[in-house]
């Protein structure tokens, strides 16, 4: 049977290469955008509305995408936006816009999904996070610590929802060209004292970014970890990305394991 493969933030970046290549590779993609009349008509597979910002459209998608498909077999968590700035510079406000979107937004789509993939007693859920949620940068604390708590979230998913026989698993990208730049927001305070540090840190980014290579590598990476039956936690992509999947393997497998154990003790 062909698979349902709902995608957030399907009209850009990531998220649209990604919804292109299942799509092309025989799979029923749903993707979704805030303004899908602006994109409908150029895309070969069907997106729905939804701000996941925002509690009504959120259950206004919900209603549309069952009228849609009967099922859903694989959830991509993918839409996000970066905010940019150091973190004094920055607003407590600006901060919490960012985990309404990145954090909060993810949990509830992935809450109003959960029912479905329950009763189902199968699915897959695959959520972009960021190596900024593993490690951090510099003018990227709010960002960061949005994808640090996605990390935090679903690694506790993980262990709930494989009763279920519903699978959990995180990509974490490093820098690659998607419109992320350009839909950025930046931080709306100036501290004198940092001056030179953020001229510094501005130039270092700008650099990073105009030198970013092409997403392929994160594409390909998403349709393995569709197409794996038993996906692992983390899936950092990117140069440099094997040492810091090196470290968190060992770590991660080895607490995993021990939790596992731990929680077999009490069995009934
Ligand atoms: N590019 C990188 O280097 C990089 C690295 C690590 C992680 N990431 C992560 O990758 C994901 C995709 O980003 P991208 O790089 O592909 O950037 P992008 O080109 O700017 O795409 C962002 C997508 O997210 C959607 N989006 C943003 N805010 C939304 C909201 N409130 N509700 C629903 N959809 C929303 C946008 O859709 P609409 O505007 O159509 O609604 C758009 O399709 C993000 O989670 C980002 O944090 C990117």
Not at 66 to 77: A, C, M, Q, W
Not at 88 to 103: D, V
Not at 179 to 196: L, R, T
Request: net charge positive; glycine share 8%; proline share 4%.
């Amino acid at each position: 049977m062909t698979q349902t493969i709902l995608i957030t933030g399907a009209s850009s970046g990531f998220g649209l290469l990604i919804a292109n290549k299942l799509h092309q590779s025989g799979y029923n993609v749903i993707g979704t955008s805030r303004n899908p009349e602006k994109i409908k008509p150029s895309l070969p597979f069907k997106v729905i509305a939804l701000d996941i910002a925002d509690d009504d459209s959120i259950r206004s998608f919900e209603k549309e995408l069952f009228k849609h498909t009967g099922r859903v077999d694989v959830l991509i968590n993918n839409a996000g936006f970066y905010l940019s700035g150091l973190a004094e510079e920055t607003s407590i406000e600006l901060g919490r816009q960012q985990f309404e979107t990145n954090f909060w937004g993810t949990i509830k789509v992935t809450n109003s999904l959960l029912p479905h993939f329950r009763k189902q007693r199968s699915g897959k859920i695959i959520t972009v996070g960021s190596i900024a949620g593993l490690l951090n940068f510099p003018s990227s604390a709010y960002y960061g610590a949005s994808k640090h708590a996605l990390e935090g979230y679903f690694k506790s998913l993980r262990f709930e929802l494989n009763e279920f026989n519903v699978k959990v698993a995180m990509i974490e990208p490093m820098g690659f060209k998607t419109n992320i730049i350009g839909s950025s927001i930046a931080a709306d305070g100036k501290i004198e004292d940092y001056s030179a540090y953020r001229k510094k840190i501005a130039a270092f980014a700008n650099d990073l970014f105009d030198n970013a290579p092409e997403p392929t590598p994160v594409i390909n990476t998403v349709l393995k970890l569709v197409e794996t039956k038993e996906p692992k936690f983390n899936h950092p992509v990117g140069k440099g990305a094997n040492v810091v999947l090196g470290l968190q393997h060992f770590a991660y497998k080895t607490f995993e394991k021990a939790m596992i154990k731990n929680i077999n003790k009490f069995q009934s």
